[in-house]
């Protein structure tokens, strides 16, 4: 089982970035997928779920009206469209992969927005 995020970076605030999550290792179309983060000294926190067939998601209200989570199931990959970034979105991001209490993490990939 593998999820190998991409597409972090150094962004301004107000700009916009696009995080992927290529899973490989298990059924993809099977699992619901989320998008977490962590900022340092502060815990882990959900941003974004989708289901499995990609047509519920579920926001934070830290996200909502600026990130998007969307799936390609033929590709195996989740989605992470954020837009307005802001500051205090500075913080790695984890995708998930989540199907009965069994859970799988990818290792993350680092975003920072500067004021």
Do not use: H
Not at 12 to 26: K, M, Y
Not at 27 to 44: D, I, L
């Amino acid at each position: 089982v593998q999820l190998v995020e991409s597409g972090g970076g150094l962004v301004q605030s107000g700009g916009s970035l696009r995080l992927s999550c290529a899973a490989s290792g298990f059924s993809f179309s099977t699992y619901v997928m989320s998008w977490y983060r962590q900022a340092p000294g502060k815990e882990r926190e959900l941003v974004a779920v989708i289901d499995e067939g990609g047509g519920s998601t579920i926001y934070a209200d830290s996200a909502k009206g600026r990130f998007t989570i969307f799936r390609d199931n033929a590709k195996n990959s989740v989605y992470l469209q954020m837009n307005s970034l802001k500051p205090e979105d500075t913080a790695v991001y984890y995708c998930k992969a989540a199907q009965l209490g069994r859970n799988f993490w990818g290792q993350g990939t680092q975003v920072t927005v500067s004021s």
